[in-house]
């Protein structure tokens, strides 16, 4: 696609439940990362992939929030066992390697844990 | 650490110039970015400068790099109401070509 797509745009669960978010990054780009924003909040960074290189997984807040990426491409966040503090803005960005490597930002996942 | 750090929040009056500040840590980042979060919608890159570059200009932006103290600036001139946004800094560090942002500048426009 032209631009970074996250899906979906915005998710209310129950605490306790499970929740999958979807990041599809711009065609060959290697790099991926997840953010969080809490509301009117800074970034958090939580996960970074780069081409076929172990994930830095340094950010995950706690052993309930996981990511993949299927293929070098498509990735995946997961977070078991919702938490109220788990609600947040969930960006997705994306970025080539070598120069200038602007990151391209996705328009995020609301999630809303009630 | 690889901490990027920048104050929280800056107010300034419409037509005055606006300065944001960051500091990064990594002395072999190559490129360090501006990028400006609008209230309700995604970051967009504003500006970026290359590790062997001072300063750079661009319309009402001037970047200021002073590579030794690890320290980067965003100048905004003639700040309007439109600029009120959250702004963050980025570095790309050399090691992994990972991008590290800091926490955002909260810019208030008071007009």
């Known amino acids: 696609g032209a631009g970074v797509s996250q899906s979906p745009s915005n998710k209310v669960t129950e605490k306790g439940k499970d929740v999958e978010l979807r990041c599809d990054p711009i065609?060959?780009?290697?790099?991926l990362y997840w953010y969080r924003q809490s509301l009117g909040q800074g970034l958090e960074f939580l996960i970074y992939?780069?081409?076929?290189?172990?994930?830095?997984k340094s950010g995950l807040p706690s052993d309930r929030f996981s990511a993949e990426r299927t293929g070098g491409s498509v990735s995946t966040l997961t977070i078991q066992r919702t938490q109220q503090e788990d609600s947040a803005v969930y960006l997705c960005?994306?970025?080539?390697?070598?120069?200038?490597?602007?990151?391209?930002f996705g328009q995020g996942t609301r999630l809303t844990v009630v | 650490g690889e901490d990027v750090e920048q104050s929280l929040f800056l107010s300034v009056r419409e037509g005055d110039s606006s300065v944001i500040n960051c500091t990064y840590t990594?002395?072999?980042?190559?490129?360090l970015y501006w990028y400006k979060q609008e209230p309700g919608a995604g970051l967009q890159l504003l500006t970026y400068?290359?590790?062997?570059?001072d300063m750079k200009q661009d319309q009402r932006l001037t970047v200021l790099l002073n590579k030794k103290d690890k320290h980067l600036s965003l100048r905004i001139a003639d700040t309007q109401t439109g600029d009120s946004a959250i702004y963050f800094c980025?570095?790309?560090?050399?090691?992994?070509?990972?991008?590290?942002f800091g926490a955002g500048t909260i810019l208030r426009v008071k007009s």
């Open positions: 960005a994306s970025s080539s390697l070598g120069g200038n490597t602007e990151a391209f």
């Open positions: 065609s060959g780009h290697t790099a």
């Open positions: 992939f780069q081409g076929n290189s172990a994930p830095d």
């Open positions: 990594d002395s072999s980042s190559t490129y």
């Open positions: 400068i290359f590790s062997n570059m």
């Open positions: 980025a570095e790309k560090q050399e090691y992994g070509n990972k991008l590290v």
